[in-house]
């Protein structure tokens, strides 16, 4: 059994800044692969930003504001968000591909963290 445990969200004016975390916890072999996603309301899950085998990839729409950083000795991955506009508000959410320890390879999400931008 694997949990990934999102915190760090919360109401933030305009300009200012967040840092969300996801802690993996379980039967945890390796981690392939972490990541955010978020969704606004009516609106579909989209990539926000990803980590695999030292790589990072971000959405467009948060390159130079948005930074994903991992823990590997904590299975922690953080998402450091700055100048956080209006339309950044959403519920985000932690995802991960993990192997356990019976070698077998899923894709977990957390519960998710809202996430509100305003004045």
């Known amino acids: 059994q694997v949990q990934l445990v999102e915190s760090g969200g919360g109401l933030v004016q305009p300009g200012g800044s967040l840092r969300l975390s996801c802690a993996a916890s379980g039967s945890i072999l390796s981690i392939n692969s972490m990541g955010w996603f978020r969704q606004a309301p009516g609106g579909e899950r989209e990539l926000v930003a990803a980590t695999a085998g030292g790589t990072t990839n971000y959405a467009d729409s948060v390159k130079g504001r948005f930074t994903i950083s991992r823990d590997n000795a904590k299975n922690t991955v953080y998402l450091q968000m700055n100048s956080l506009k209006p339309e950044d508000t959403a519920v985000y959410y932690c995802?991960?591909?993990?192997?356990?320890?019976?070698?077998?390879?899923?894709?977990?999400w957390g519960q998710g963290t809202q996430v509100t931008v305003s004045s």
């Open positions: 995802n991960a591909r993990i192997r356990n320890h019976n070698w077998i390879t899923n894709t977990y």
